[in-house]
C-alpha cells in the first residue's frame, strides 16, 4: 500500500520539475536542438569518413603516389589530391564498372561529375582505361595515348583517382585532374 503513494508522489515531483522549467528566449527545446547538433556532427563525420576513406584506399594511394614519380621524371611538379576530384573519378569507376560503358561523355562527364563532388576549382581533364592489371600497366597505357599524356602531364595542380572491377573482371581506371 505505501507503494502507490510513493509512486504518487514521485509522479508529482518529476511532472512539477518539468513545468517548473525556466523559459529562454529561445523557444527550441533544448534536447531538440542538442540532438540535431549531434545529428549534423553525426553527418560531418560520416563524410569525413568516405573522405578518409577514399584518400586512405591503397589503390587510390598508390596512384596518386604513381603518378607523382612518373610526373617527376619529366621534371613537373607533384600534384595535391583532391577529396572533391577523388570522388568524382572513383563515382565514375564505379559506374563504368557496373554499366560496361567505357565512355568519357556517359555519367554526365567529367566537368559534371566534378561539379557533383563539389570541386570547387576548375575541372581540367579525364584520363580512363580499362583492363590493365596493374597500376604501372594502367600509367604505360596512358603515356602511350597522346590526349591522356598530355593531360597526365599538364601543369593541373590537383588530382583525384578512382578504381573499380566490373562483374566479368575488367579493371576500370580513372584519372579526374583540376586547378
Not at 91 to 119: I, L, P
Not at 132 to 153: C, E, K, M, V
Amino acid at each position: 500500500m505505501t507503494r502507490f503513494p510513493l509512486a504518487l508522489l514521485l509522479t508529482f515531483v518529476f511532472s512539477s520539475c518539468l513545468l517548473a522549467a525556466p523559459e529562454s528566449g529561445d523557444q527550441t527545446p533544448k534536447k531538440e536542438t542538442e540532438t540535431k547538433k549531434v545529428e549534423a556532427q553525426k553527418s560531418d563525420d560520416a563524410q569525413k569518413s568516405e573522405d578518409d576513406f577514399l584518400h586512405k584506399h591503397p589503390t587510390l594511394v598508390k596512384m596518386w603516389k604513381h603518378s607523382n614519380e612518373v610526373r617527376a621524371r619529366y621534371q613537373l611538379h607533384a600534384q595535391r589530391i583532391s577529396p572533391e576530384l577523388t570522388k568524382a573519378a572513383q563515382d565514375h569507376a564505379w559506374y563504368m564498372a557496373r554499366t560496361g560503358q567505357f565512355s568519357h561523355s556517359v555519367n554526365g562527364g567529367f566537368v559534371a561529375r566534378a561539379r557533383r563532388h563539389k570541386y570547387p576549382g576548375a575541372p581540367y581533364g579525364e584520363i580512363i582505361l580499362y583492363g590493365a592489371g596493374s597500376i604501372p600497366d594502367t600509367f604505360n597505357g596512358w603515356l602511350n595515348s597522346p590526349g591522356h599524356r598530355a593531360i597526365l602531364l599538364s601543369g593541373a595542380r590537383e588530382v583525384g583517382y578512382g578504381y573499380a572491377v566490373g562483374r566479368d573482371g575488367r579493371t576500370y581506371w580513372v584519372g579526374v585532374f583540376g586547378n
